[in-house]
Each structure stands twice: as C-alpha cells, then as structure tokens.
C-alpha cells in the first residue's frame, strides 16, 4: 500500500469536482484499512473514507488529510434455510452485485439496481429506491470501529437504519469503516413491484416479471431520469437526488396542500407523510434543465443539481443555498441536502 500524495479527488466522483487530497492511499485489504488508519491518527492527518464518489461534493480546497479509498474485493455465499446468504467485500461495485445476486434468482435488491457506488457505501445512507431499501435485507456490517481498534459485526438492529439514515451518516459518523456487509436474500422470490412507475412498465402483463426483467426496468426507467451513470452525458454529473424528501406529520402535510395544492405524497412506515422534494424545487422556480452557467438542473430530474462541465463545489453550493433558500421562502420548507459535504469549513 502506497500513500500518495495531492491526488485529484474530482475524477473519483460522480460531480467531477473539487480539489485534491493532501495523502491518498487505496486499501485492497483490512490489513491495509487498519495500516492506513494507524498511520492517519500517527501523524495526525484527518481521515476521510471515500467509496465510489457517487454521494460527494468535495470542497475546490480538497481534502486536507488522508482520503482512504475502500478497494477491498470479493463476494461470499451461503445457504442458509430457505434464505441466501450473499457477503460482499465494501468495495465492491454495488449494482454489479445486484447483478449478481439477481443472476442467482435471489430476491430483495432488485428494484436498487442501477444506483452508482460501492457495497460499502449502500449502507451509510440506506440507499432506496423503487420500494426497495437496503437495510430490508441487510444482515449484519463488518466494521472496523476506529474508537476501539476492533473488527465487529453490527447487526441489522445496532445500525440505525432509517430514511436516508443510519448510525454511519448520523451519531456515529466517521466512527465506523465498512469492511463487508451481509444480505439476507430469498432464492427464487418474487419481484418488489410496488413503486408507480415500475407498476406501469409492467401494466397490463397477465404473467409476473422475472428478477432480470426488474433489474432491466429499473435501469430503463432510470436511463430515462439521468439517475443512471452514462459516461459523456452531463445530465447525470452530479450526486443523484440532491435534497432528501421531507417527510412530514399529517396534520402539517394538510396545512401545505390546503396552501400549495396537489403535491406528490407517499405514506411512511411510520404514519407519516413523504412529500416529493422535486416536486417544491420545480415548483418554487427551478425547472427541468435551467442553467446557471456551468451549474446547473438536470433536463430529465428536477431533483439532480448536474454540472455542466467546469463547475466548481462552490457553484453547486451556490445553487443549492438558492433553491433551499426559495423552497423554504414559498412553501415553509427546508429541503435537506443528501450527498456528503466534504472539506468544507463549514458545512454549507
Ligand atoms: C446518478 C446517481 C443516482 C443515484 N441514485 C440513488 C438512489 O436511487 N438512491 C439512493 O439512496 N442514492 C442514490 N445515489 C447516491 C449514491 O449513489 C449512494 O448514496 C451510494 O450508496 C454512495 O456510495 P459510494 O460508495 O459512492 O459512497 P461515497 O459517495 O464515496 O461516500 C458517501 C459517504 O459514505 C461514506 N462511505 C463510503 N464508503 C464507506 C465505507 N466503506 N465505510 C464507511 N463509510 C463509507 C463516505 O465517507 C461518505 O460519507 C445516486 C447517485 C448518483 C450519482
């Protein structure tokens, strides 16, 4: 393991921005995840775990430590009753292991095919999408705990799963490192078709869609939103969905649309109601593929801020405190930002 120095971080990510990092080292195993760890507290460098890059914007300064890039490889399956056991290594491509576990007919991750980033990655924010969440088939995390030095297995329950949310990206933030996580899938189950859009790619089909079918319909509609990486196509250089859907009671939720109209709604889990971030940013004067110069809103998703090409962080930022700003002003809403800000003084 080499430990490099003022590596440029924008080629690393989805965005394409932002400056270097002071030390770089790539990690292929937990031998080296524990050296580069040690080495980083040694000298006093500040530590940042970089995945795929998909959920960044990195500051124009860089970052000022060590970024930790997770290359660790491989893929582990078990039976285990009428479940499979599917264990993969943290960098691992994730919708090349949805691929994957879609290739041996197990269900439970096929409608999170096409998001961009590492395993490792999945469970920081509990990706989701299309009715699916990756804590529904988590297991268990492998995580080097950098407070105790020890190797643990964070069960399903200890990992704070929520909406966009877990202990990773909340009161444990930095804490844990990713090393593998544990899916709990089922051989042979049938397909989530849940979600509006995928119901309507297989409307009027007498016979259920097979898991490959799924996976297949799930890249199309996303091709068709810019949220599926296409090389040259600037409309998804960015970090995905920008702000997270506000998630509100029902009594609040009623005052808005008593006052704003018919906004998009999904009930949660927990009896409250998800209201469609995309739906306040168009409304509050953003639309579909308005340019701020090199900045800019996707022409297929009103939610991804893209950049254009030569964007810096701090024309996103700018772009963003504005939509925020006049989201906040028409509707009494503050939208949340998803992607990880990275190197910032403060966070913006
Ligand atoms: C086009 C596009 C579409 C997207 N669609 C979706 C979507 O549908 N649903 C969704 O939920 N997200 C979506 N995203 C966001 C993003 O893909 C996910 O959040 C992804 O899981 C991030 O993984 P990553 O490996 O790229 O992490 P990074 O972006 O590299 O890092 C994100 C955060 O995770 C931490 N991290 C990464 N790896 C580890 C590790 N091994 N151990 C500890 N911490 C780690 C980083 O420190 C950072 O805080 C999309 C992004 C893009 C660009």
Request: with cysteine; glycine share 10%; charged share 20%.
């Amino acid at each position: 393991m080499r430990t490099q120095q003022q590596v440029p971080l924008a080629p690393l990510t989805t965005f394409k921005v932002g400056g270097p990092a002071r030390y770089f080292v790539e990690a292929r195993s937990e031998e080296d995840v524990y050296a580069a760890v040690a080495e980083a507290r040694s000298r006093g460098w500040p530590l940042f775990v970089l995945g795929g890059g998909s959920n960044l914007v990195i500051s124009d300064a860089g970052w000022p430590g060590l970024v930790l890039k997770i290359a660790l490889a491989g893929i582990g399956e078990q039976r285990d009753g009428p479940r499979m056991l599917l264990d993969a290594a943290a960098g691992e491509d994730w919708d090349s292991f949805v691929a994957y576990a879609v290739a041996r007919d197990c269900a439970g991750i096929e409608c999170l095919s096409g998001i961009p980033g590492t395993v490792g990655g999945a469970p920081v924010q509990n990706v989701g999408a299309y009715g699916q969440e990756v804590s529904d088939t988590i297991l268990s995390v492998r995580v080097l705990d950098t407070a105790s030095d020890k190797i643990c297995e964070l069960q399903n329950a200890d990992s704070g799963f929520a909406y966009r949310t877990s202990i990773f990206n909340s009161r444990a933030r930095g804490r844990y490192i990713v090393l593998r996580v544990m899916f709990a899938l089922v051989p042979g189950g049938a397909p989530r078709i849940e979600y509006g859009d995928l119901k309507h790619h297989f409307g009027g089909r007498s016979n259920p869609p097979t898991l490959a079918e799924t996976r297949d319909a799930v890249r199309a509609i996303r091709l068709s939103k810019a949220m599926l990486i296409v090389p040259g196509d600037d409309d998804c250089r960015s970090a995905g969905s920008f702000f997270k859907n506000p998630v509100l009671t029902c009594e609040k939720f009623e005052q808005l649309r008593a006052r704003a109209g018919p906004i998009p709604n999904f009930p949660t889990k927990d009896g409250l109601v998800k209201i469609a971030a995309a739906w306040l940013v168009e409304h509050a004067g953003f639309p579909k593929g308005l340019a701020r110069g090199p900045v800019g809103i996707s022409r297929k998703h009103a939610l991804a801020i893209v950049n254009r090409g030569g964007a810096t962080a701090a024309d996103i930022v700018a772009l963003k405190n504005e939509i925020q700003q006049r989201v906040l002003d028409t509707f009494g809403i503050q939208l949340q930002p998803e992607p990880v800000f990275v190197g910032f003084d403060q966070q913006p």
